[in-house]
């Protein structure tokens, strides 16, 4: 069976972003195949400093740039920029993620690298993209939930929340890499590189582009869930998440409850009814949950093969059966952090060899500058 390990085997990457976003996408090629080289300042990515830390870094960090070569690079410099331009030159794959314009006043915008590599796939990661009134608006994760509706829709359309994950950044790393990939497929047949504008705010609109269709159809209504038996209920002890969807699953979920009898009254008896009374319906469900633990009404579930999930903590999933089986987690050298789980990516084989640690700042730069056939003097001269 063919793995995913080496499928961009022999693309070389230069990340100069910092954050998630951008570092993921990269990370995320690097897990493919790609030789990614991590392009830093002398201060290091911001993200160093954010989260849990250990020593000059991060858990962040570390999980976002494994399996990176470390360079730094202080492209204030005019020397450092040449190196800059030279690695440029042989590269397949350039992140950047800074404010719009940063690079074209360093010499380094697109229009300028294409000169010397039209081969090179170019990616820019920003808030809300390079062009509109707010390409100088700085943005994270958090904002850009805001901004997009995300706040509202993730919640009950009425009081906004924030999602602590930073599923933004995340999600815009992944769509980062697939669009890395399709360009490279379509350099393989017209043997040019392209831009690609990746923005935060277009990313997490992707996601809910169901969502927005749905609030123009209904003209703004506040719905409730996509059907009555969906839901997360508290029990005696713990909680179990239900997605009872189909009419037999409601007369399935409702016997298991001992509420079958509910299914007669006229409001309830009809797959509309319990749409437009599903506060009511989960009412009674809620209180015929909380009578009992988990234990009880799991394997009662179970028998009745209804769709459900004991609700875990990440203790417990990462000690459940199936994800031991499935070998999700792989214990990974993270540098200054130790050894920690790191999750492998979805569709590489169990058993894929786990990526190298991730750099610490700077940490490859003489290592790499001699490859690239730079002398002692003028090594010296870039590396404090």
């Known amino acids: 069976m063919n793995s995913l390990r080496n499928a961009l085997q022999g693309i070389r990457v230069l990340d100069f972003s910092q954050g998630i976003a951008g570092p993921h996408g990269a990370c995320l090629l690097g897990e493919m195949g790609a030789?990614?080289?991590?392009?830093?300042?002398?201060?290091g990515d911001w993200l160093r400093v954010l989260g849990a830390r250990r020593g000059k870094s991060s858990v962040l960090y570390a999980t976002f740039n494994r399996g990176k070569r470390g360079l730094m690079l202080n492209l204030k410099d005019k020397k450092a920029r040449e190196v800059a331009l030279q690695m440029i030159a042989e590269a397949d794959v350039m992140l950047e993620s800074n404010r719009a314009g940063v690079m074209k006043r360093l010499g380094l915008d697109y229009a300028t690298v294409r000169e010397i590599n039209p081969r090179l796939v170019y990616v820019s990661v920003s808030g809300f993209g390079q062009d509109g009134p707010y390409t100088d608006r700085p943005a994270t994760d958090a904002a850009v939930?805001?901004?997009?509706?995300?706040?509202?829709?993730?919640s009950d359309m009425v009081t906004p929340v924030r999602v602590r994950l930073s599923l933004v950044d995340v999600i815009t790393g992944i769509y980062t890499s697939n669009a890395v990939v399709a360009a490279l497929l379509q350099r393989g047949r017209t043997g040019e590189g392209q831009y690609i504008d990746m923005a935060l705010a277009h990313c997490i609109t992707a996601v809910q582009g169901y969502k927005y269709a749905e609030h123009e159809l209904t003209g703004g209504e506040i719905s409730g869930e996509l059907f009555a038996g969906i839901g997360i209920y508290k029990t005696a002890d713990g909680f179990i998440a239900m997605s009872a969807m189909k009419e037999q699953h409601v007369i399935d979920l409702m016997t298991v409850l001992g509420?079958?009898?509910?299914?007669l009254e006229p409001r309830f008896a009809t797959p509309q009814g319990r749409f437009e009374r599903q506060g009511e319906l989960r009412q009674?469900?809620?209180?015929?949950?909380?009578?009992q633990p988990s234990a009880h009404w799991?394997?009662?579930?179970?028998?009745?093969?209804?769709i459900h999930q004991e609700v875990l903590s990440y203790d417990a999933y990462r000690r459940d059966p199936q994800v031991l089986a499935r070998e999700l987690f792989v214990p990974t050298d993270l540098n200054e952090m130790g050894t920690l789980p790191t999750v492998r990516m979805p569709g590489?084989?169990?058993?894929?060899p786990s990526p190298a640690p991730p750099p610490s700042i700077g940490q490859h730069t003489r290592e790499v500058l001699c490859e690239m056939g730079l002398d002692a003097a003028a090594i010296e001269a870039l590396t404090p």
């Open 348 to 352: 590489l084989l169990a058993g894929s």
């Open 284 to 291: 009674m469900m809620a209180e015929r949950f909380a009578r």
């Open 145 to 154: 939930q805001a901004y997009t509706g995300f706040s509202f829709g993730v």
């Open 35 to 43: 030789e990614v080289f991590k392009i830093e300042p002398p201060e």
């Open 259 to 263: 509420l079958e009898s509910q299914l």
């Open 298 to 306: 799991l394997p009662a579930l179970r028998r009745a093969d209804l």
